[in-house]
Structure formats: C-alpha cells, structure tokens
C-alpha cells in the first residue's frame, strides 16, 4: 500500500471525483487543513445530498415492490447500462417525472392489494357462516323484513323451541326464526322479524347467550347484502388480484431496468458527496489524501496526469504504521467464501498472514470428516446447490433473498464444499446412511473401507495429526507475522511456545510409550524453551506452555463427533429394522420408511450443526489464537468505487 496526496483546484472538482470513483483504486482519508475555510459549495452539497437522498428512497421503494414481483428483473439492460454515467443532473431530470408517475400508479396499486387482500382473509374467515346463512336466508321472507343474526355453542337441544315459544307470545305472526349447527358444536340462529321488533329481538337473543354475527368492517350494507357481497368477492377478490399482480409485473417488465440505473447512479452520487467531505480545502484549491496497492500507483498517476493537466501527484516517502495502513485481502475464488470467518472478529493489520485460504482447506476436511457419510453428504450439497441457484420452486420470499445475499451466497458455497468432503470422506469410510459397505455387499480392498466404528483410535491420530499440522502452521504464520513487525518479544513468544510443544508432546509420547522411552530430550527441549517464553511474555507466557499441547488434542473432538454420528446412524438402522418386521410387508414398510426419513432427518441435522459448530470453532481457537488474535484492530481497505450495475445476460 501506498499513500499519495492529490492537489488540483477546486473548479474541476466534480470531474475528478467522479474519475477516481470510476478507477475505483483510492482508499479515502481524512485530509482536513488548519485555518482553511470551508468551501463555499458546502452548503449546495448538503442541499444536493437531501435532493439525492430523497430521489433514492422513492427509488428503493420502487426496486422493493419489483423485487417482490420478481428478482429476475432487477437488472439493467445493455443499452441502458451508459446511462448510469450521465451527471446526476441529467439523470434527475430524465427520472423524476417517470419516477414520481410511477411511484403514484404502484402506490395505487399496493394500497388496492393490501385492502384486497384483508378483504380476503376476512372472507376466508366467514365462509363457513356465508355458506350457512345462504342456506338459512332462502327460507326467511325476502321484503318488509330486517335479519338479525346470532351464533353461540349447541349447549341446550331446546334452545330454539324455547325461543320460538318466547317470540311467539310476544310478536305473534311477525318474526319467522330459523337455525343451524355449525362446526365446533356452535349452532347459528337468523331471525327474519319486522323492523319495529328487530333491536329488541336481539337485545333477547343476546341474553340467551347468543352473541351477533358481525360482519367485516368492509361490510356497509345489511345482513342478507352483506352474505351476498362476501360471496361475490369469493370470486371477484382472486381476479382482481390476478389482474393487479399482473399490472405490476408489466410495470416491472417495463421500469425495473431503468430503476436499477437510477438507484445505482444515485448510490454513486452520494458516495461521492461524501467523498467530498473527507478533503481539504483552501480558497481555490483541494487536497486529497488516501492509499492505493502499490501496483495500481503507476496507473492510477498515468491516468491522472494525462486527463487532469496540471494535477499534483505525490508519494508519502514517510514509513508508515502497520495500524495505519489498510489492509486488502485478496483471496481466490475459491477461497472468497470463507471470509465470513475472519469477519466475525475484525481485519487483521497490514503485515499478518492471511488465514482465508487455509481455513478453506481445513474447514471442509473436518465437516467431511465429522459428516463422513455418502447419503449424508449428498444431501448436504444437494441443499447447497440448491440455496446456490436461489431455491427455485420455493415461494419463501426471506429464503429466496437471504440466497441471493453475498453472505447467503458465502454460506452455501461453504456448505457446498462441506457436502463434497463429507461424499468423499463418506466413500473412505464406507458409509451409506449408516449401513457399512459390508453389510452392502460391496468388498473392501486393503484398508478400504476404513470403518470408524473398527478403528476409532486410528480415527482419534488420524484427527490430532491433522490438529498438530494446523497448529504448527499457526506458529509458523506467529513467527512470520513477527518478523514482518520487528516484534522481538512476539517472536521469542512464538518460538517458545513452538518448542514447548515439541518438548511436551516428546515427553508424553515417551511416558505412553508411543515414542522411544526416554523423556530426556523432552526436558531438554522445555529448558531451551523458557528464557524464549520469559523474555516474551513473562510469568503468564510461561503458564500457557502447555496450552499448545491441549489445543493439538482439542481435535480429538473431530473424531468424537465422528464416532458418535456413525454409532446413532447404526442404531438407527437398528431402530428400522426392527419396525419393519412389524405386522405385514406393506405395514412394515411403511413404518420403516416413516422412521428411516425420521431418523436419519434428526442424525443429519446433529451432523451438519455439530460440523459446522466444532469446524469452525477449531479455526477460531486453536487456529486464529496462534498467530491473528493479537493483530486484529486493522482497516480495511474501502476503495472509493463505482457500484456496479448487475446486467441483463
């Protein structure tokens, strides 16, 4: 990284802004100046900054409702894409008025849907009453009459009988009742009676414990009206609703390629309004600071000086802080997932190792090695694949954007390369939904199939081997990271903990009789190690000597797990097997087939939590602790760029 200073006048600041956002190379930095004045633009870019901002969230808004007609729309047609790099002036005035007619037509059509929709639900919930009134409603006289309607539960056989008796010695000839059970022992009453008796037929009927049947809010009319209005909206809802969704999805069609380059130009406007807030600023001209790769800096000046005559470049010659300088990560594409890993603690600072790459080697070898089943794995990359390609057939709309996140996308190319390890770990091992190849019909060769449940302790050196390399590894990654610092203290910390695993893994080996007896060279070795460990961190450095040992025996878990998810797949079998002898051969399969899904469901969702949970936590323990935790703090490099504009394929 290098850090460069940028002096031009303050006339041509616009162009130049928007130049450096398209090499998209310049980390910014503050770069304010003592005594100098603010620029007096500062008060129209705080104006253009509301003016942008407003536009943007109308546009948002906009992109949120096409997103929810389809995600497949949100991208720019080519012939549109160059649009994204008129001056936002420009682009302001050829969208606002399209924007702001089309933002009131979708809020029309929204507001319609939600009410639509409520309607609906409504509707769903009185149908078993529509039903029930219509029937009721064909016997009562149709003119001169008002309904009252109640409902309570069918608690008394004599309820209507002692209501008509009731009604009858009241208002003789002026009432007709009629009743019918509904679900849930609940009985509904419709009393078709003359208007001058209604209110106090009801105000009876109420203090038999009946309450009135109200009608949705919606629902203006009277009773036998407001039956037939919900029945019609049984069908007339749906096509509406058919006839709106499908406006939108041409409005869609139509707008979403132009929004996407609106709301990006407007992103991209704004990024630089702020941008314009980190420099410094005299009467004529301005000064900007930032940091660049060293391998861009010859192009990035190139570039400059040929479109900006007059500009001044210039190279800070000062040595730099490694908690200043930022800090790129350039990984692989195969790689790139498994940042989600180093980003839940921080950046490390300019000069440590990276740990991507290899967490990308290790992490996978240990799912697979914990998962360590064929039909396991299979369903694991299936599920990955699947996520991968945005869960195509599944109408869960969080599902479907958490898929196309960058996180989301992370997450399931991890899975994905997981379930690869786990098929092949599987294929070692011989597993297939816990049946060995053995009980198959499939014959090994060699040590092929090697079983986990025949040889659990080759399984525990085969796991604390892979531990002792990764740990290794961390303190060679230490020791490089402290010499690139020039920390001596770090460095002799590293080394002496180095050796001290050495020696204690010498000494218990010799004890278990594992290694050659003789614990001499052991102690030899820890003798050697403690002025490293003193001069490096002191008393608590020393106390720690023995933590490097209990981290390389901290992946025996790896062949826990392992073991275990063989064990509860065998017993599972076991479990299967014994329903499947129950009864008849169509009874027993079904049972066996109901538990099999069951079963092996609960076993693979304890494989896939406990392979991520204990791989992860391996990488950030046992890992990270060697070599990144006490280098975290540092800054990432945020190149002031351009946002990409996805396009039409």
């Keep these: ?188 009453f419709l009393a078709s009676v003359h208007p001058d008796y209604a209110a106090a037929v009801q105000e009876y009927l109420q203090a038999k414990e009946l309450r009135p049947v109200a009608l949705p809010p919606h629902i203006e009319r009277g009773y036998r009206e407001g039956i037939a209005q919900l029945r019609e909206e049984q069908t007339s809802i749906p096509r509406r609703l058919q006839e709106i969704e499908r406006e939108l999805r041409e409005l869609a069609q139509k707008h979403a390629s132009r929004m996407v380059v609106l709301t990006t130009a407007l992103e991209n406007h704004v990024a630089q309004l702020d941008a314009a807030g980190h420099f410094g600023y005299t009467r004529y001209t301005l000064l900007i600071s930032g940091w660049l790769p060293s391998d861009e800096l010859k192009h990035f000046q190139a570039t400059l000086t040929r479109e900006f005559p007059g500009i001044i470049i210039r190279e800070d010659p000062e040595k730099q802080s490694y908690d200043e300088i930022p800090v790129a990560l350039k990984e692989r594409s195969w790689a790139k997932p498994y940042q989600l890993f180093l980003n839940a603690f921080g950046t490390p600072k300019h000069g440590s190792v990276d740990p991507v790459p290899y967490i990308g080697i290790f992490f996978p070898i240990f799912f697979g090695i914990i998962v360590g089943d064929i039909g396991y794995g299979l369903i694991v990359l299936a599920v990955a694949l699947w996520g991968l390609f945005g869960f195509p057939g599944l109408k869960k709309p969080g599902l479907r954007k958490f898929a196309h996140s960058d996180g989301g996308r992370s997450a399931f190319r991890i899975l994905r390369d997981g379930g690869a390890l786990s098929v092949l770990f599987g294929l070692f091992f011989g597993e297939l939904f816990g049946l060995e190849f053995k009980h198959l019909g499939i014959h090994g060769y060699g040590i092929w199939p090697f079983s986990r449940l025949e040889h659990p302790i080759d399984l525990l050196l085969i796991t604390v081997a892979l531990g002792a390399a990764q740990v290794l590894l961390g303190f060679a990654f230490g020791i490089v990271t402290a010499l690139r610092h020039r920390d001596m203290k770090h460095l002799c910390a590293k080394i002496g903990l180095l050796l001290a695993l050495f020696a204690i893994s010498l000494i218990v080996g010799s004890l278990m009789k594992i290694l050659p007896e003789g614990w001499l060279p052991g102690v030899i070795i820890l003798l050697l190690a403690l002025p490293f460990l003193m001069y490096g961190g002191g008393v608590i450095v020393l106390v720690e000597a023995l933590s490097p040992f209990i981290h390389v025996l901290s992946y025996a878990r790896i062949m826990g797990f392992a073991l275990s998810g063989a064990v509860l797949a065998a017993l599972f079998n076991g479990i299967v097997g014994g329903l499947a002898g129950i009864g008849n051969i169509v009874i027993g399969a079904i049972l066996g087939i109901i538990a099999a899904v069951a079963l092996h469901t609960v076993n693979l969702a304890l494989h896939v939590f406990e392979g991520s949970i204990q791989s992860a936590r391996l990488q950030w323990v046992e890992f990270f602790q060697k070599f990144i935790l006490e280098h975290l703090g540092g800054k990432p490099y945020q190149p002031f760029k351009e946002k990409e504009i996805s396009i039409e394929q």
């Design 1 to 188: 990284m290098k850090r460069v200073y940028l002096l031009y006048t303050q006339d041509h600041q616009p162009e130049l802004l928007r130049r450096l956002q398209k090499l998209g190379v310049l980390h910014l930095e503050g770069c304010k100046l003592e005594d100098a004045s603010l620029p007096a633009s500062e008060s129209k870019r705080a104006e253009d900054r509301r003016r942008v901002e407003n536009l943007l969230i109308k546009a948002r808004g906009v992109l949120d409702l096409f997103s929810e007609v389809d995600p497949k729309l949100l991208y720019a047609k080519p012939e549109e894409r160059t649009q994204s790099t008129l001056r936002i002036e420009d682009l302001s005035q050829a969208f606002r008025e399209e924007l702001e007619s089309l933002e009131g037509r979708l809020k029309t059509l929204v507001g319609e849907r939600r009410e639509l929709r409520e309607r609906q639900a409504a509707g769903e919930r009185f149908k078993e009453i529509v039903q029930c009134s219509e029937e009721l409603l064909r016997s009562l006289p149709t003119k001169s009459h008002e309904i009252v309607a109640v409902m309570g539960m069918d608690k008394d056989p004599q309820l209507r009988a002692e209501i008509e008796k009731t009604l009858q010695s009241q208002i003789p000839g002026r009432f007709k009742l009629t009743s019918k059970e509904l679900s849930e022992d609940r009985v509904q």
